[in-house]
């Protein structure tokens, strides 16, 4: 929409600024596009973690974005201590904290967690 060019992504300069290869960076971005497209064609669940922003959570077709509390107060220019701003943001579900294990935000409790590959899991208890 709007046409927008699509740009090809500069391999060497992303090299360059993670002081890696630029091979190293060809071979991390068409792992992780490769295993996404698995993950999402086989219905496994995906979450990426945005580094001081939040978690992207897909799930079949809901996607669902939470955010860090310091991320939002950072947008919004103030500090967040309002007792009902702050139940309202946890009722429409769009705050995360970061110690809250990945897995616990997903239906299932089982999600491949991006950038680092690797799947979490929230134990369910045993019946007695």
């Known amino acids: ?21 630029r091979r190293t960076v060809e071979s991390c971005i068409l792992s992780t596009t490769s295993l996404l497209y698995h993950c999402l064609e086989k219905g496994v669940s995906v979450a990426f973690v945005l580094r001081d922003v939040g978690v992207l959570l897909i799930e079949g077709s809901m996607v ?5 509390l310091d991320f939002l107060e950072k947008v ?7 007792r009902d701003t702050l139940k309202a943001l946890q009722q429409l579900d769009v705050l995360v904290s970061r ?7 997903s239906f299932t409790g089982h999600v491949i967690v991006f950038p680092d590959f ?9 019946p007695r």
């Open 1 to 21: 929409p709007g046409d927008k060019q699509l740009e090809p992504l500069k391999y060497a300069k992303v090299a360059t600024e993670a002081s890696v290869s």
């Open 64 to 68: 669902q974005m939470r955010f860090y």
């Open 76 to 82: 919004t220019g103030e500090r967040i201590q309002d």
């Open 99 to 105: 110690a809250v294990p990945i897995a616990s935000l």
């Open 118 to 126: 690797e799947q979490a899991f929230v134990p369910t208890s045993l």
